[in-house]
Structures are given as C-alpha cells and as structure tokens.
C-alpha cells in the first residue's frame, strides 16, 4: 500500500507538473499492489505538515483512479485532514469522516 509522506505542502507540490508526477507515482504503486478491480488504499497516517494541495493530490488520485474503474480508499488520515476535507466540503468525495478519524490529544 502507498504511503503519503510527512510533508505535503504547497512547497513541495508547487514546482510545475509536481502535483501530477505525486500522483502518477502513487496511483502505479497502488495499482502493482493490488488486483484488477479492487480498491486502491493509500496510508496517511505518516502525514504531519500538508495543507490544502494535500486535500488536491488526493482528489486528483482519485478521479485517475475512478478513470481506471477503481476507487481510492485513505487509510489512517489525520484528524486535521479530515477536517480541512469537510471545511472545504469535499472529505465525503474522499470517503472520509470526522465520526472515524482519531482524536489526538494536544
């Protein structure tokens, strides 16, 4: 299963074609890991330090994954993740909830 790095910033997704590179990466490990047809998870919990182009790397894996007649699954994501998600109102696209992310002490 790919794992997202502990830093996704727009630091490290702003250099032209970034973004897309990210997720042809990602979405070839996953699909080598699994069968034709099943789900692609993709573990976040190593995510420290992202922000929104976090949430847009992983809404593009998942439209090239749906164009591959596969779906996307985010295992383990940050509690602030999700949050950012549903502030921006896209956390149910990703298939995440504020009801199943872990709530870690300060």
Do not use: N
């Not at 702003?14 to 692609?40: H, K």
């Not at 573990?43 to 996307?72: E, H, P």
């Amino acid at each position: 299963m790919p794992a997202l790095p502990a830093s996704l910033t727009i630091a490290v997704l702003g250099v032209p074609g970034a973004e897309e590179a990210a997720v042809q990466a990602l979405l070839a490990e996953a699909t080598a890991d699994a069968a034709a047809g099943e789900r692609i998870l993709v573990d976040a919990s190593a995510l420290t330090d992202f922000d929104s182009s976090a949430i847009a790397l992983l809404l593009q894996a998942q439209r090239q994954a749906q164009a591959l007649g596969r779906s996307l699954t985010v295992t383990a994501p940050p509690r602030a993740m999700v949050e950012l998600a549903t502030l921006y109102g896209v956390a149910e696209l990703l298939g995440l909830s504020l009801e199943e992310a872990p709530l870690i002490p300060a």
